[in-house]
């Protein structure tokens, strides 16, 4: 990918001239588009920008062939949202039926705040927050509609319904053959005077449905970003719609106060919200309110903080499917914790296959089946590949950091 065009295609969603952003994209030629595609596609980043710049009238700054496959990547969205947002419909319709308590989570409960127009959004699964005396009935109810459970972990079931399929990049935003859905089952006690208990209804298109309240969606969004920054890879997206969220709360002081306070109660979540807000910041531009920022950006200290002025940048461009830098995060948030380097261990250099979809069990179409068959095989010799050379870069890496953590703490 060209770095450089990807920070310009960043630069759009904090500058507002359009002459000085077209002067910015000039350089760039149809061949720096097409090396940065996959990236724009797979970050989340491409469909936003072209509304961000059909708003600013720049769209001109693309080569015409990637205009017109944007836009045609736009309206399989389109679709693609319109059908998702009908199983969103028949889900909730299902789980008040059984009389489930429960909350949406992400996705639709995104618009407006986060994310004004969901066509843009790139979006495959429903996210359902669940007290766990209701788990059952919530079992129930979506595998009545076609879905089984195909995994848990920790407190996360996963549910599918409908045929494996192989995803492509051609096939990135039309209607999937396969549904998903993911239901986080949260302790009996949270339920009470927990997020539950401060739900609010929220409606789009008509339809009313349960969702956090404002300060936990923006909390919720914050942790999301935290959570996976400890991982090989965080969609730059998110960070994008974390920083719109910021935004649309504008200077309302009750709802900061509100949220300082949330933190306040709950401290250990300020270095996470902190950097959170620390790399949305640097990569979008949003200024975060004074005493948000005071109580969680200002407990992002010493190696935290050099983490984040080091690595930042692989973080918002790393090309999918990331990197093993995380890790050097991890050891800095787990220092000290006896099963931190045996843990280590296993993810920089696992010992097993990774887990792959299996081919459709009832289906006489062959070429189905052979597609699905090939990406098992794409697949697995894709993460042999990162495992190696993403594990050499973390070698190398990893020496350079603890210098850089020696001459810090000297």
């Not at 990807?6 to 001239?17: K, S």
């Not at 640097?282 to 005493?291: D, H, L, Q, S, T």
């Amino acid at each position: 990918m060209n770095r450089r065009l990807a920070a310009t295609v960043l630069a759009a969603f904090r500058q507002q001239h359009a002459d000085g952003l077209r002067a910015q994209f000039a350089p760039f030629e149809e061949r720096d588009w097409l090396r940065t595609a996959e990236w724009l596609h797979t970050s989340g980043m491409a469909l936003y920008f072209l509304g961000r710049a059909k708003t600013l009238g720049i769209e001109d700054v693309m080569p015409v062939r990637m205009l017109r496959g944007l836009e045609q990547n736009h309206a399989e969205n389109r679709v693609r949202s319109e059908d998702l947002f009908r199983e969103f419909v028949t889900i909730n319709a299902a789980l008040q039926r059984a009389g489930v308590t429960y909350l949406n989570l992400k996705g639709f409960t995104l618009t407006p705040r986060a994310c004004p127009d969901p066509t843009y959004r790139y979006q495959h699964d429903l996210d359902f927050l669940v007290c766990r005396r209701n788990a059952e009935q919530c079992r129930q109810a979506v595998e009545r509609h076609g879905y089984r459970l195909t995994a848990v972990s920790g407190h996360t079931w996963e549910f599918r319904a409908g045929n494996a399929e192989a995803p492509t990049m051609r096939d990135l935003y039309k209607v999937r053959l396969q549904r998903s859905l993911e239901v986080h089952v949260i302790p009996e006690g949270e339920g009470q005077g927990g997020r539950l208990s401060r739900m609010q209804l929220q409606v789009w298109n008509g339809f009313e449905f349960p969702a956090l309240s404002d300060c936990d969606a923006l909390l919720a969004q914050a942790q999301h970003l935290f959570k996976h920054f400890q991982t090989e890879w965080t969609r730059t997206a998110w960070m994008l719609e974390y920083a719109t969220a910021i935004r649309s709360h504008g200077t309302d002081e009750d709802f900061w106060r509100e949220t300082v306070a949330a933190i306040e109660a709950a401290p250990e979540r300020k270095v996470g919200i902190g950097l959170a807000n620390l790399i949305t910041r640097r990569a979008f531009g949003v200024e975060v309110p004074a005493g948000f920022r005071a109580c969680t950006v200002d407990a992002v200290r010493g190696p935290l903080r050099l983490w984040v002025d080091r690595y930042q940048d692989e973080v918002v461009f790393t090309e999918h499917p990331g990197s093993k830098l995380y890790l050097l995060l991890r050891d800095v948030l787990l220092q000290g914790q006896p099963d931190w380097k045996d843990e280590r261990r296993r993810k920089l250099f696992p010992s097993r296959l990774p887990p792959v979809t299996m081919p459709p069990a009832r289906t006489e179409d062959v070429w189905l089946r052979a597609r699905t068959a090939w990406a098992r095989f794409c697949f697995v010799g894709s993460r042999l590949r990162f495992h190696v050379t993403e594990g050499l870069h973390y070698k190398v890496e990893a020496a350079r950091w603890r210098r850089m953590v020696a001459d810090l703490r000297a």
